[in-house]
Each structure stands twice: as C-alpha cells, then as structure tokens.
C-alpha cells in the first residue's frame, strides 16, 4: 500500500534492519508529510473547497529491542540532510546580510550628513528623499524538525516556516505526559488545533508582543512508545 517512490527504501531498511516492517513505513510516510506540509491540499469533494492537509501524526509501539528508534532514525536520514543544507545555505545568507546591514549603516551615515547639511542651509528643505528607507531583511532559516520546544517556541518556527514542520519525541510519552499537566492546557489546544494543519493561529502576550499572527498551524507529530507505558498511560480508573 505505500507508494512506489517509498516501498523500496522502506523494504530495504526492514530487511536490513530485522525490524516490524511498520516501523520504517510509518516513520517513512510521517516524515515526508513533514516536509509536505502546506504546499499540497487534497480535494475529497468535487463540489465543495473542503481542503485536507497531508500532515500525518504517527506512534511506534513496541518493546523494548524491536528497534523503533534506529527504525525512526533511517527514515529521519533524509530530513536530517535536508536540515544540514538549509543550515549551511543560512550561514552563508547571514553572512551576506552582516555585509549588506554594514553597507546600508555607511550609506545611511552619509545621506544624514548630506540632509543635515542641506537643513543647516535651508531648515524648511525637504529632505525625505535624501534618506534611505528600511533596512536589509535578515534571512530566515527553514526548519524541518523541532525536538523539544516550548508552544510559543513552535508558534515562531511557524511564522517562520509557514508550510509546517515536523516534532520527533523518540519517546513520545515525555510529551503527553508535559501535555496533561493542568498548567499546560494552552499547549494541549494549540497540538489540537495543529493536527488540521490549516487552522490558523495568534498569539497575544504581554512579553512576547500582540498579534502575534500563524496564517496555519501544521504539525507533522512522529515518537515511539513501549506498550506498557501506553497502557499505564490511558487505563481506565479502577472502580
């Protein structure tokens, strides 16, 4: 069932790897849907804009030796690489930039000059053309993968990212667990609303600022767990 361009990676690592074959598929599927993200929407219905985003949340369970995390990891290899390069591309744009930020201080250093003599001659003269508009836009660094951050963390890599990121917990329990605190309802809604990954966002705090707008929220959500913490986790209460 998974498409053409995936079977042969994912029979290679499972073979490889002696490990359940679900492993390397769900983790496969999961990460690419991270890198999808945004850019592609599925239309389920003809006559209606009722769009779907490709996002996946994906959870190994397994015990302990069936291999989930070197599973998770192999099909992560990509991703990872993915990342590298875009790191390597930022380095060299922000130090691009630092050039360009340095070039637009001379120029604006000498077009204040150029107005201040001109006002000094002529306190009425018009001088708004003499100076320079904004300065050069840092470079923004697209992300893949977040491991652990904060919401208001996420909600930034977001408005950075804006076609979604993907959340590798390699023990994902850790993050249900932080969610179910009373204290972090807030970051429970915010997982929530990302799982449509096209419902939109903003945050207001006094700290951080207003209007803090996400146009969507699209989290891909990719962990193991073993199955004695599963049931641990979500048994129900005894009676």
Same mark, same amino acid.
């Given at each position: 069932?998974?498409?053409?361009?995936?079977?042969?990676?994912?029979?290679?690592?499972?073979?490889?790897?002696?490990?359940?074959?679900?492993?390397?598929?769900?983790?496969?599927?999961?990460?690419?849907?991270?890198?999808?993200?945004?850019?592609?929407?599925?239309?389920?219905?003809?006559?209606?804009?009722?769009?779907?985003?490709?996002?996946?949340?994906?959870?190994?369970?397994?015990?302990?030796?069936?291999?989930?995390?070197?599973?998770?990891?192999?099909?992560?290899?990509?991703?990872?690489?993915?990342?590298?390069?875009?790191?390597?591309?930022?380095?060299?744009?922000?130090?691009?930039?630092?050039?360009?930020?340095?070039?637009?201080?001379?120029?604006?250093?000498?077009?204040?000059?150029?107005?201040?003599?001109?006002?000094?001659?002529?306190?009425?003269?018009?001088?708004?053309?003499?100076?320079?508009?904004?300065?050069?836009?840092?470079?923004?660094?697209?992300?893949? +993968? !977040?491991?652990?951050? *904060?919401?208001?963390?996420?909600?930034?890599?977001? $408005?950075? @990212? =804006?076609?979604?990121?993907?959340?590798?917990?390699?023990?994902?329990?850790?993050?249900?667990?932080?969610?179910?605190?009373?204290?972090?309802?807030?970051?429970?809604?915010?997982?929530?609303?990302?799982?449509?990954?096209?419902?939109?966002?903003?945050?207001?705090?006094?700290?951080?600022?207003?209007?803090?707008?996400?146009?969507?929220?699209? +989290? !891909?959500?990719?962990? *193991?767990?073993?199955?004695?913490?599963?049931?641990? $986790?979500? @048994? =129900?209460?005894?009676?």
């Amino acid at each position: 069932m998974l498409p053409d361009a995936l079977a042969p990676w994912v029979m290679d690592v499972w073979e490889r790897m002696q490990c359940p074959p679900d492993y390397p598929a769900v983790s496969a599927m999961v990460t690419l849907s991270g890198v999808v993200g945004r850019r592609v929407a599925v239309g389920p219905q003809a006559e209606t804009d009722w769009m779907v985003v490709p996002n996946l949340w994906g959870l190994l369970v397994g015990r302990p030796g069936l291999l989930k995390s070197p599973a998770m990891e192999a099909m992560l290899a990509p991703l990872k690489t993915l990342a590298s390069e875009e790191l390597e591309a930022y380095q060299q744009a922000m130090a691009d930039h630092e050039l360009e930020e340095l070039a637009f201080r001379l120029r604006r250093e000498a077009a204040e000059k150029i107005a201040r003599k001109r006002l000094a001659h002529d306190p009425t003269a018009d001088i708004a053309g003499d100076l320079l508009g904004s300065p050069p836009e840092p470079p923004v660094l697209r992300r893949y +993968l !977040s491991n652990d951050s *904060s919401v208001e963390a996420l909600g930034e890599l977001l $408005r950075q @990212s =804006p076609d979604g990121i993907l959340v590798h917990r390699d023990e994902m329990m850790s993050l249900l667990k932080q969610l179910d605190r009373e204290d972090n309802v807030a970051a429970r809604g915010f997982y929530l609303t990302a799982w449509n990954g096209d419902s939109g966002y903003t945050f207001d705090r006094i700290g951080r600022g207003l209007n803090l707008h996400i146009p969507a929220l699209c +989290l !891909s959500l990719l962990g *193991s767990t073993q199955p004695g913490r599963l049931v641990m $986790r979500w @048994s =129900p209460p005894a009676t």
